[in-house]
């Protein structure tokens, strides 16, 4: 989503620790550990990982695909399953009903707090066996050489999940492009550096 | 110092900067950079608007051209510095267009100059065709902001604090 096609987003990072000297089988290695496994025969809420940019239906990277250059194209895939709230609630009620019937006949159990929770609990996981999950795809250009990185996505939901995921793939971190942090890497001059350190908001 | 911290304390360094677009766009486009790069800025149909950091107050937003532009120097009245900005850049004759956000130089809707290579092309190429060309623009964004903080850092930035508060008076 929104980098290698059409009108592109993205969001800046700095690659934080260095690619060991096998980077190739290396990258291979933890890619392929963190690829994305499908979970639609399952009622798992999430599901992230890496496919190809170019098919999110692929995650076999043949021939080292992912690969372009000094650079590591992936797309980032998320499958989420959310079930609506209103939907939760019909169900919920129609477990709780089917309930009370029940206990009816069985000489009347309570509808207490803890068993509506395990109704509840009950009709949400039956919603989730039956409700597909959302797909989502977001191209990540990966430049090992100047260990700088892009995704197309500027949501903070879609970031935090990617920046947990990139970790713990690749045991490296992600320092996010900010202002001050891209500002104290292209200043040179370490003069320059400690006046930026020291600058305050201007009062205009 | 951590990521929330420098979000939190440092976050006028991008408003200034994107101000400093603004004015550079007005002012002083075309502009040759540190590397003798010339870039031209062009502001775009989008800007916002919000408090400096520290002070409180309402956003402005403001959409379309020239009309519009002088509700947005009311908000620099008022001492409110840019949030995000629709802007054009021109480099090597190719043109780029691009949302950009102050707290964290976040780039949206990015629109790349045409691309050399058909439908035919293998997507590899194309690939690196258009990240080479994300790669331009977002050269000329750093380069950029090389030359506000060669403008900003020294002296405290009293020269540049005047430099902007004179054009923000002559647009009042």
Redesign the interface.
Known sequence: MG??KG??????YQVDGALPPDAADFLDRRIRRGLFMDIEDTTDELAVGWVS??DFLDTSFAYAGYS??P?V?LGFRVDQRKVPAAMLRKYQRLEEMKFLAMSQDQGGARLNRARREQLRERARLGLLARIPPTTQVYDV?WDTGRSEL?IGS?SRGVLDRFEDHFSRCFSLGL?????????GD??TDEN?RE??AA?????? | MD?LT??NE?V???Q??LTWLWWLAEQESPHRTGDDRVVEVMLGDHLVLGP???REGARITVRGHEASLAEAREG?KQ?K?VESLRLGLIVDNEEFWLSL????????????PPMQGGDDHE??GL??E??AL?EMA?AAL?DL??SF??A???D??RD??QT??AW?EEAR
């Open positions: 980098l290698l009108s592109a987003t993205l969001t800046r940019a170019g372009l250059g650079y194209v250009v892009w500027a320092v996010p492009r900010l202002p001050y942090l891209l500002a292209i200043l320059q006046l930026l600058a305050r908001p201007l009062d205009f | 990521v420098i979000l440092k006028f360094l991008g200034e900067f400096a950091q520290g620099l001492g510095l956000r102050a707290a964290d130089l976040t780039i949206s809707s990015l629109k790349l997507p590899g690939w690196l258009r990240i994300v977002i750093d902001l090389r903080l060669q900003r850092l020294p405290d930035g540049f604090r902007l508060t923000m």
